[in-house]
């Protein structure tokens, strides 16, 4: 960081070191949670004309669930 020739209200651009330098480092927590369910059913029942009765079912079912937990830090000693 330079000081030189910096005219007022003029912006300043830091590097990352030294903006953990100054604000003392930085930390980040992502917590996250998906959760997914799903049900599917198909049936159904035939009557033939010989007779007799037919009947077929089907299901499928799934749950999933994920999950996330993140904590990030710079510049902390």
């Known amino acids: ?26 930390t980040t927590d992502v917590f996250g949670r998906t959760l997914n369910a799903e049900d599917t059913q198909l049936g159904f029942v035939e009557l033939p004309a010989t007779g007799g009765i037919k009947s077929v079912s089907f299901q499928q079912s799934f749950f999933s669930e994920q999950e996330l937990r993140e904590f990030k830090e710079t510049g902390i000693s």
């Open 1 to 26: 960081m330079t000081m030189e020739n910096l005219q007022p209200h003029e912006a300043l651009e830091l590097s990352n070191q030294e903006l953990d330098d100054i604000a003392g480092g930085a």
